[in-house]
Nanobody, 122 residues
Framework: QVRLVESGGGLVQAGGSLRLSCAAS????????MGWYRQAPEKQRELVAE???????NYADSVKGRFTISRDNAQNMVYLQMSSLKPEDTAIYYC????????????????WGQGTQVTVSS
């Protein structure tokens, strides 16, 4: 199994910045993608940003140009640099990993961190 631990959340004023970190440990192999999702109260969990094994990135339209995802494969870390934060960015942010553990199977494993709270005040 893969364990994911997020850190870096907190309270910030609108226009400010935060950097979220996610540390992965355990059976880290055949990782297809790592990324960040968020869930605001009474809303569905949504993709914020992801980075795939080949280095390609994908961002939600709402954060494009403001957030940057990066990774450090040597340390099994993924980061989310958030700038120009808005109150609507307030949510619990979850680190996500997608793994294809067996070459003979198309089944994927997904792993989630416990989440870190980001609150942006107006």
């Amino acid at each position: 199994q893969v364990r994911l631990v997020e850190s870096g959340g907190g309270l910030v004023q609108a226009g400010g910045s935060l950097r979220l970190s996610c540390a992965a440990s355990g059976s880290i192999f055949n990782i297809n993608a790592m990324g960040w999702y968020r869930q605001a109260p009474e809303k569905q969990r949504e993709l914020v940003a992801e980075i795939t094994g080949d280095g390609s990135t994908n961002y939600a339209d709402s954060v494009k140009g403001r957030f940057t995802i990066s990774r450090d494969n040597a340390q099994n870390m993924v980061y989310l640099q958030m700038s120009s934060l808005k109150p609507e960015d307030t949510a619990i942010y979850y680190c996500h990993v997608r793994q294809r553990p067996r070459a003979w199977s198309t089944l994927l494993n997904t792993y989630w961190g416990q989440g870190t709270q980001v609150t942006v005040s107006s």
